[in-house]
């Protein structure tokens, strides 16, 4: 990328922070129904979880549908493979045909 087209990106970036800050320096009130709105159960059972973990507790996290390890580096480095190669865009319906050969 030139240096232009990141000086543009970049001003982009900025301006559209700034505006997004004066759009909810604006937006002060709170409508009814969205004061009404309460916190995210799963949320709150990711904090209990995080809270247990914390006093010692051998929890599993369900909540959130993430794991609670670190992704391992084989499948970080099959993700660059993946993007370096333009396997970036949603796979035919019926998958790749390489990797349904590999599976039957």
């Given amino acids: ?13 900025y301006s559209n922070l700034i505006l997004s800050f004066l759009f909810l ?16 159960q799963t949320l709150a059972m990711s904090q209990k979880s995080a809270e247990l973990k914390a006093q010692g ?12 390890f670190n992704t391992p580096n084989h499948i970080k480095d099959a993700a ?5 190669n333009n396997f970036s865009f949603y796979s035919p319906v ?3 045909p390489a990797l349904r050969k590999a599976i039957v």
């Fill in 57 to 68: 507790v051998d929890v599993i996290n369900l909540s959130v549908g993430e794991p609670d």
């Fill in 80 to 84: 660059k493979n993946a993007v370096d």
């Fill in 1 to 13: 990328m030139s240096v232009e087209k990141k000086e543009n990106l970049v001003f982009f970036v």
């Fill in 94 to 96: 019926p998958g790749y």
């Fill in 25 to 40: 320096q604006e937006m002060s009130q709170v409508s009814d129904r969205l004061a009404a709105l309460s916190a995210s």
